[in-house]
T-cell receptor, first 116, second 117 residues
Framework: AQTVTQSQPEMSVQEAETVTLSCTYDTSESDYYLFWYKQPPSRQMILVIRQEAYKQQNATENRFSVNFQKAAKSFSLKISDSQLGDAAMYFCAYRSTQGGSEKLVFGKGTKLTVNP | DTGVSQDPRHKITKRGQNVTFRCDPISEHNRLYWYRQTLGQGPEFLTYFQNEAQLEKSRLLSDRFSAERPKGSFSTLEIQRTEQGDSAMYLC???????????????FGSGTRLTVV
């Protein structure tokens, strides 16, 4: 079974600085999706960025980018020019494309604090 | 369409009672998912529907749990004979996926927080 590990329970960053959140995963599959979701306090979870494993190019969405290292099974999220609104729980998630399973496997999350 | 709606937002129930939650997905989405999230953990998959067919169920979904999606529209999640261990946030999400097409991720609802006392 696939597992997702987020080794940083909490991280903090100064406003306007850059922070990187770590995620590693375990799988024997070659094709899959990886996602980062953001869950602000008492608000719904929203998709930040997605990566398809067969694509070499790292995904980028405005201030958010990933460092996808397939061989190392690593999928870190970089947030540039951090803003107060970036404060949230961030979850890394894996989705298989094989065997018909549609489920997302989530890590335990990293709580990001942004200091003014 | 205002996104994925869940009702109620909060539910407090006594142990042993039955509860039912409702989820209204984005209307054009064909996939609907239920997840459970406990404090300090990431969401855990419970079940998913493609249109009205329930295609996958987690082992977490004991026989006290049942989910339906009649006519492929809204979905309900019922928990019978609730236990204190059922206390959690129940999240619903929807997506549109055609066959093995590209997955652009889920849209989540705000969740239903269940407290069993």
């Amino acid at each position: 079974a696939q597992t997702v590990t987020q080794s940083q329970p909490e991280m903090s960053v100064q406003e306007a600085e850059t922070v990187t959140l770590s995620c590693t995963y375990d799988t024997s599959e070659s094709d899959y999706y990886l996602f980062w979701y953001k869950q602000p306090p008492s608000r719904q979870m929203i998709l930040v960025i997605r990566q398809e494993a067969y694509k070499q190019q790292n995904a980028t969405e405005n201030r958010f980018s990933v460092n996808f290292q397939k061989a190392a099974k690593s999928f870190s999220l970089k947030i540039s020019d951090s803003q107060l609104g970036d404060a949230a729980m961030y979850f890394c998630a894996y989705r298989s494309t094989q065997g018909g399973s549609e489920k997302l496997v989530f890590g335990k999350g990293t709580k990001l604090t942004v200091n003014p | 369409d205002t996104g994925v709606s869940q009702d109620p937002r909060h539910k407090i129930t006594k142990r042993g009672q039955n509860v039912t939650f409702r989820c209204d997905p984005i209307s054009e989405h064909n996939r609907l998912y239920w997840y459970r999230q406990t404090l300090g953990q990431g969401p855990e998959f419970l079940t998913y529907f493609q249109n009205e067919a329930q295609l996958e169920k987690s082992r977490l979904l004991s026989d006290r749990f049942s989910a339906e999606r009649p006519k492929g529209s809204f979905s309900t999640l019922e928990i019978q004979r609730t236990e204190q261990g059922d206390s959690a946030m129940y999240l619903c999400a929807s997506s549109f996926l055609r066959g093995q097409g590209e997955d652009y991720g889920y849209t989540f609802g705000s969740g239903t927080r269940l407290t069993v006392v």
